[in-house]
């Protein structure tokens, strides 16, 4: 190599911030080299225009990404990612206990609010009734009403889409009685899925629900 050109690769160099001399490139994704792969992106780098580099991964535990995957990353700041074979790909976390148990405490609690179908004696046709937990403890409330006689025949019962329905004493305890029983069901359903996570974390946490018919 001359000197000329040993003059201007100097100059070049020389011109570069200690971030761009320290990571060629701007855009990284961080990961755990010495993991099995498909290796879980840990963090995302934009390494230029920093004042210190203090604190920064090094290389090695860096993958670096065109400018291009880094406008995806930002588009989709949410996905998962991961390193295999030098390439970014989506990822899917393994499950675990207690993110499973996390789902099914969620979907047990929309499962108990889903309603249940109800035909009072002035309805022509079963009523869809609230059965989220407010609700329940209000048709508690009017089931106590109801048995001590103080419930008047024809009162109408309030419903979640702003409507009502004419209900007799022996409806409102009906009713209390389907609610009950559909939220135990749901809640016994739940128990068993628990149990069966112990040993299968691939179990199908939507299928065996109780009927709110």
Same mark, same amino acid.
């Given at each position: 190599?001359?000197?000329?050109?040993?003059?201007?690769?100097?100059?070049? @160099?020389?011109?570069?911030?200690?971030?761009?001399? !320290?990571?060629?490139?701007?855009?990284?994704?961080?990961?755990?080299?010495?993991?099995?792969?498909?290796? /879980?992106?840990?963090?995302?780098?934009?390494?230029?225009?920093? *004042?210190?580099?203090?604190?920064?991964?090094?290389?090695?535990?860096?993958?670096?990404?065109?400018?291009?995957?880094? &406008?995806?990353?930002?588009?989709? /700041?949410?996905?998962?990612?991961?390193?295999?074979?030098?390439?970014?790909?989506?990822? @899917?976390?393994?499950? $675990?206990?207690?993110?499973?148990?996390?789902? #099914?405490?969620?979907?047990?609690?929309?499962?108990?609010?889903?309603?249940?179908?109800?035909?009072?004696?002035?309805?022509? !046709?079963?009523?869809?009734?609230?059965?989220?937990? @407010?609700?329940?403890?209000? !048709? #508690?409330?009017?089931?106590?009403?109801?048995?001590?006689?103080?419930? $008047?025949?024809?009162?109408?019962?309030?419903?979640?889409?702003?409507? *009502?329905? /004419?209900?007799?004493?022996?409806?409102?305890?009906? #009713?209390?009685?389907?609610?009950?029983?559909?939220?135990?069901?749901?809640?016994?359903?739940?128990?068993?899925?628990?149990? @069966? #996570?112990?040993?299968?974390? &691939? !179990?199908?946490?939507?299928?065996?629900?109780?009927?709110?018919?």
């Amino acid at each position: 190599m001359t000197d000329e050109n040993n003059t201007v690769e100097m100059a070049a @160099t020389s011109a570069k911030s200690p971030d761009q001399i !320290a990571y060629p490139d701007r855009y990284y994704a961080q990961y755990d080299p010495k993991g099995a792969q498909p290796a /879980p992106v840990i963090a995302w780098w934009d390494m230029w225009g920093r *004042s210190s580099l203090d604190g920064l991964p090094s290389l090695s535990d860096l993958l670096p990404m065109t400018a291009d995957q880094w &406008n995806q990353h930002i588009s989709q /700041p949410q996905a998962s990612q991961a390193v295999q074979n030098g390439k970014i790909v989506p990822y @899917t976390p393994p499950k $675990t206990l207690a993110g499973q148990q996390g789902i #099914l405490v969620s979907l047990t609690a929309q499962k108990k609010a889903l309603g249940v179908y109800f035909q009072p004696t002035y309805a022509s !046709a079963p009523v869809l009734f609230p059965s989220d937990d @407010t609700a329940y403890a209000n !048709a #508690l409330q009017q089931a106590q009403v109801a048995q001590l006689g103080a419930w $008047t025949d024809g009162t109408a019962w309030t419903l979640a889409d702003g409507s *009502s329905v /004419p209900m007799t004493s022996d409806d409102v305890t009906a #009713l209390f009685k389907k609610l009950a029983k559909y939220r135990g069901a749901c809640q016994t359903h739940a128990a068993a899925l628990n149990a @069966t #996570l112990q040993h299968d974390l &691939n !179990a199908d946490l939507t299928a065996g629900w109780p009927d709110n018919h």
